[in-house]
């Protein structure tokens, strides 16, 4: 068993590789991303950006576990905000 990590090997042979990106621009006139031979840049076209959402508290009823078939104590959910994608 070699003691180089995976990881490390793994990023080796991504060096490797010869990758080329291509590069993306905003045309105004279109309104959207495109690469250099023209064509849609999916991915700045479909990215959402995120949003703070409210979630409000709850009360969870007593009821019986299914597993243990013990009863368990109704609780109380504080409200929070959380970070959700934007649909």
Known sequence: MSK???LYKFAEK???C?????ES???KAQQCNLFEDGSL???GVTRKYYTNVY???HTIPAHRSPS???MIPAR???GKYDRRVNH
Do not use: Y
């Open 14 to 16: 991504l060096n490797e």
């Open 68 to 70: 243990t078939n013990k």
């Open 41 to 43: 840049c999916w991915n």
């Open 4 to 6: 180089t990590p995976f």
């Open 18 to 22: 010869d990758i080329e990106t291509p």
């Open 76 to 78: 109380v959910v504080k």
């Open 25 to 27: 621009h905003f045309d």
């Open 55 to 57: 979630t409000p508290g």
